[in-house]
Structures are given as structure tokens and as C-alpha cells.
């Protein structure tokens, strides 16, 4: 496996600026906007080096959103009860919302007048659509996974 | 089997007041909960803990998107109260104050009343970042994202500015109580166009990434997790729910988008 360490790091880079403005967002306290920085790093991280092992865009998003929730566990003690919703706000980079708009796109397009080359055009949106549903149960099902295996009472 | 008569029924006094204020602090708590962003199963959880630590001897919370109810009994006294749930938006630190709050309850330190005091105030007083804090915030996450999904440098600047700008409307039109779905497609339309126009005088050769990047901070991220673990714990109605207002949150951003892409010509 080869990494470019360069693009590693502009993954790493944007993913916890991106993380970290979605904290802002959903109101993280200025201590805990550091945390969301580091979860949503480390959720681009694996998914990034994952996908140059040769993973798909799916198997690196699980594995991606496995290891943060983990993290978040594994702190709790220091983190306190933030440790879930850290989890979330690492993952939010890695919310499939483009492929969502490039498929809705598609089913607009499809259903024009007079379509170029429908065929093509079903394909292509049935995969940003196929894209958006297994990227996101990815997610959702890495966080998850970890939430009812590692349990705790405050969960 | 057995019917009854419900004309015949005896209407039963209520002769527990304490316990019509263990129901409506645990609602308003649990309402609370829901329109900050929690799963299901914390909702059901830490309303569970209240009631119970307020003396409920059995309790039954059933949560649907836009309403809660309750079922609390004490002795031979039952009640059933419903309350209605706001927008669901995602505050994280009321959020923890709300489960502070219930730990506080379930270690006996607060009464019903001055929990029911507390939580009424607790929105208020949580503090909050400023406006234009978030806005900013938001528009830099939205370039931020815009990078990872390929988003060229001439485009950073205008995407950042165009997601801020959109941000501080949204806040705008949400204090004037205008439907999430409206506000989703008007703050998509204003978004990408601004972002298209931007890119495009910036010499950008992603313009149609750029478009999509600048409406980012109106995907429902948190929701959508939420709607997956909602019925992955067995809360499949509130689940679904979720999910069909994440489905047409979608519909109505790309369609925001897509009108912003017809007015500047720019291929999807």
C-alpha cells in the first residue's frame, strides 16, 4: 500500500476544520470543539488510508466510523458524557451529501422530456443513490456497533 | 373476550397532584431531549430515570416525531399526559444539561417543582455561540467539506462566504418560525447561486462542486444518524419518521440547487 502523506494530511486537515465547524454548529462548548477537530481527523484518516488499501468508499467509511466511536469510548472517563455525540460530529465529514444531490440530480433529469441517453443516466443515479444508502448505513451502523458493544450506563 | 362499556365507566378523581408534575417534568424534559438532537432510546432512558426518581412506581413513554406521552402510576393512581415536540434541531450543550439534570433527579437532589423550574429554563439559560460566529463556522465547514469532495482552491473562499452568508439567513428565517423545508430549499437556492457566481468569477473549474459544497451545513447528518439508530433500538415509527423528513430535506435542497444550476447555466 502506498499513502501520499500529503494528501493524508489535506484529508486529515479538512476533516476536523469540517468537524469542528459542524460543532459550532450543533453548539459544542469551545472545550470540546478541539475533540470534534481530533474525532473528525481521525474519522478521515482511516477512511482515507483504507480506501489506498484498496477498500471501498463503504468498507473505509465503517471502519472510519468504528474507530471514532471507539475513541470516543475509550475516553470517556476525560470526555464525560460528550462522548457519543463526539463520535457523530467526527463522522459528519463523512456524510455521503454530495452523492444525496448528485442522485436527486439524476431522478430529476430522468424524468425530463426528453432525456440524453436514459439508460446511462439510470445507471449512474441508481449508483449515487446506492452510494448514498450503503455510505450512510456504514456510518450509522459503525457508530452503532461500537455504541452496543461497548456499552455504558451513560450512553 | 371482555368489552367495556366506556358511558358506564367511573370517572377516576385524580388525587395525586404530585404526580401530574412528575408527568409534565418528565415530558418536558424528554420533549427537551428530542428537540436537541437525542436517539430515541436516551429520550426513553433518561425519562424513565425521572419519573422513577420522582417516586413513579411504573412509567411508559412512547415518543413520535411531533408529540411525546407519558404514562406514569403511583399506587392505584394513573395518568397519561402528552406534550408536543418542536422542531428537531441538534443543540449539544443543552443536550448535557438536560442529562445533568437527570443524574441530579436520580440521585435524589431536586424535587419535582424545581426540576420542572429548572428545565423550563434550561434553554435560555444554556449559552450559545453568537450568530455570526456560526455563520462564519458553518460557511468555513462547508469549504472545508467542499476539499474533501475535490473543491479547487479558487473556490474556497467564495464557497465559505456563500455557506456563511446562507447560515446567517437560515438563522434569520428560523426566528421567524418558516417552515424547515422552505428554509432548506430558499437558503439552498441563495447558497449556490452565490457560491456558482463566486467560483465561477474566481476561475474555479469545480463551479458544480462548489454549488453543492456551499449547501452542506443544511444536510441532515445527525438526523439521519438518528433514524438509523431509532430503529436499530427498536423505535421503528420515530425511526421512519425521521428518515421521511431526511428524504425530503434532501429533495428540497437539491431542488434549491438544481434551480441555482438552471438560472446560471451550469450543467448537474
Given at each position: 500500500m502506498t499513502v501520499d502523506v500529503l494528501h493524508l494530511l489535506h484529508q486529515a486537515f479538512f476533516g476536523a476544520v469540517a468537524a469542528s465547524g459542524f460543532g459550532v454548529l450543533f453548539n459544542f462548548g469551545w472545550r470540546d470543539l478541539r475533540w470534534c477537530a481530533t474525532s473528525g481527523a481521525l474519522a478521515l484518516t482511516i477512511r482515507t488510508l483504507g480506501q489506498n488499501g484498496g477498500w471501498s468508499l463503504e468498507a473505509a467509511t465503517f471502519a472510519a466510523a468504528a474507530a471514532v466511536g471507539c475513541g470516543g469510548r475509550l475516553l470517556r472517563a476525560r470526555l464525560g458524557i460528550a462522548n457519543n455525540a463526539l463520535a457523530v460530529a467526527g463522522c459528519i465529514p463523512m456524510v455521503p451529501g454530495f452523492f444525496a444531490a448528485?442522485?436527486?440530480?439524476?431522478?430529476?433529469?430522468?424524468?425530463?422530456?426528453?432525456?440524453?441517453?436514459?439508460?446511462?443516466?439510470?445507471?449512474?443515479?441508481?449508483?449515487?443513490?446506492?452510494?448514498?444508502?450503503?455510505?450512510?448505513?456504514?456510518?450509522?451502523a459503525g457508530l452503532s456497533i461500537v455504541t452496543h458493544i461497548l456499552r455504558s450506563p451513560d450512553a | 373476550m371482555n368489552i367495556v362499556d366506556s358511558t358506564k365507566a367511573t370517572p377516576v378523581p385524580l388525587n395525586d397532584p404530585e404526580l401530574e408534575q412528575i408527568a409534565m417534568t418528565t415530558l418536558l424534559i424528554g420533549r427537551q431531549l428530542m428537540e436537541s438532537g437525542a436517539r430515541a432510546e436516551v429520550v426513553h432512558e433518561d425519562c424513565s430515570i425521572v419519573a422513577h426518581g420522582f417516586g413513579a412506581e411504573h412509567v411508559d413513554l412512547r415518543s413520535g416525531y411531533a408529540s411525546v406521552?407519558?404514562?406514569?402510576?403511583?399506587?392505584?393512581?394513573?395518568?397519561?399526559?402528552?406534550?408536543?415536540?418542536?422542531?428537531?434541531?441538534?443543540?449539544?450543550?443543552?443536550?448535557?444539561?438536560?442529562?445533568?439534570?437527570?443524574?441530579?433527579?436520580?440521585?435524589?437532589?431536586?424535587?419535582?417543582?424545581?426540576?420542572?423550574?429548572?428545565?423550563?429554563?434550561?434553554?435560555?439559560?444554556?449559552?450559545?455561540?453568537?450568530?455570526?460566529?456560526?455563520?462564519?463556522?458553518?460557511?468555513?465547514?462547508?469549504?472545508?467539506?467542499?476539499?474533501?469532495?475535490?473543491?479547487?482552491?479558487?473556490?474556497?473562499?467564495?464557497?465559505?462566504?456563500?455557506?456563511?452568508i446562507g447560515q446567517a439567513v437560515r438563522q434569520l428565517m428560523q426566528r421567524r418560525l418558516v417552515n424547515v423545508f422552505v428554509i432548506a430549499a430558499c437558503i439552498a437556492f441563495l447558497s449556490s447561486s452565490l457560491a456558482g457566481l463566486g467560483s465561477h468569477w474566481a476561475g474555479s473549474a469545480t463551479v458544480n462542486v462548489a454549488m453543492v459544497a456551499s449547501v452542506l451545513m443544511l444536510v441532515p447528518g445527525v438526523p439521519a444518524f438518528n433514524a438509523q439508530s431509532d430503529i436499530m433500538e427498536g423505535h421503528p415509527t420515530l425511526g421512519a419518521a425521521r428518515g421521511v423528513c431526511v428524504i425530503m430535506l434532501l429533495t428540497f435542497i437539491a431542488i434549491g440547487v438544481l434551480l441555482a444550476q438552471v438560472l446560471l447555466g451550469v450543467q448537474p
Open positions: 448528485q442522485a436527486i440530480f439524476g431522478l430529476f433529469a430522468l424524468t425530463a422530456p426528453h432525456p440524453d441517453n436514459p439508460s446511462k443516466l439510470a445507471v449512474t443515479t441508481m449508483e449515487f443513490a446506492l452510494r448514498v444508502i450503503f455510505a450512510a448505513g456504514a456510518i450509522g | 406521552d407519558i404514562t406514569v402510576s403511583r399506587g392505584a393512581n394513573t395518568i397519561t399526559r402528552t406534550m408536543e415536540v418542536g422542531p428537531h434541531g441538534v443543540d449539544h450543550r443543552v443536550s448535557h444539561a438536560l442529562r445533568d439534570l437527570v443524574r441530579r433527579v436520580q440521585q435524589g437532589n431536586l424535587t419535582p417543582s424545581e426540576a420542572l423550574a429548572k428545565a423550563t429554563g434550561l434553554k435560555r439559560d444554556t449559552p450559545h455561540f453568537a450568530p455570526s460566529l456560526v455563520a462564519l463556522a458553518a460557511g468555513i465547514a462547508c469549504a472545508a467539506f467542499g476539499r474533501l469532495l475535490g473543491l479547487d482552491w479558487p473556490a474556497f473562499l467564495p464557497v465559505a462566504a456563500a455557506g456563511a
